[in-house]
T-cell receptor
């Protein structure tokens, strides 16, 4: 059973270009989360999506960043007009359901990440 | 929102000895506490988790304890091995959003 897949693994962009990051969740998982990790720091929540719906985008900058999880295909995190401060590792995670019947949260499994470098 | 503090930031342990990493959280409503191991250049790997209805959970050499009253939880690794060297992150969750600690770089000295 393949794990969470992300591509590309490494992405280099010049300031002002667009970056598009892709995430395919684990088989059977319908919930996707995006996190950002700056060097030597922990992961910061950005956005939580289900198929065709954004559930929580409270951690995502209002400008230049957008995310989608279409009915078919991978989840996409898009960064428009990238700046040097966007350089980071972006991780996607997936879970089977957001909250189980008991009210507890289901495990999130992470992909290998996309390392974005903005020149 | 939730805030998670993690200590220590670095930890060196002789092979075979035990390692303990501690985290505190701020939101008493958080009910799920996973621990992740991250190796260089890789994504975080879930190694153990605990839910707020239990106080302790063990899986072979790894154990996690939770004190809801004090709002802190700890990771215990016994009989450490060189392959345990990595960065470890704790996290706390309310609903679906994970809030991570800042990480502990664990080095096992052969």
């Amino acid at each position: 059973n393949a794990g969470v897949m992300q591509n590309p693994r490494h992405l280099v962009r010049r300031r002002g270009q667009e970056a598009r990051l892709r995430c395919s969740p684990m088989k059977g998982h319908s919930h996707v989360y995006w996190y950002r990790q700056l060097p030597e720091e922990g992961l910061k929540f950005m956005v939580y999506l289900q198929k065709e719906n954004i559930i929580d985008e409270s951690g995502m900058p209002k400008e230049r960043f957008s995310a989608e999880f279409p009915k078919e295909g991978p989840s996409i995190l898009r960064i428009q007009q990238v700046v040097r401060g966007d350089s980071a590792a972006y991780f996607c995670a997936s879970s089977r359901t957001g909250t189980s019947g008991s009210g507890f949260y289901n495990e999130q499994f992470f992909g290998p990440g996309t390392r974005l470098t903005v020149l | 929102g939730e805030n998670v503090e993690q200590h220590p930031s670095t930890l060196s342990v002789q092979e075979g000895d035990s390692a303990v990493i501690k985290c505190t959280y701020s939101d008493s409503a958080s009910n799920y506490f996973p621990w992740y191991k991250q190796e260089l250049g890789k994504g975080p790997q879930l190694i153990i988790d605990i839910r707020s209805n239990v106080g302790e959970k063990k899986d072979q050499r790894i154990a996690v304890t939770l004190n809801k009253t004090a709002k802190h939880f700890s990771l215990h690794i016994t009989e450490t091995q060189p392959e345990d060297s990595a960065v470890y992150f704790c996290a706390a969750s309310l609903n679906e959003k994970l809030t991570f600690g800042t990480g502990t770089r664990l080095t096992i000295i052969p």
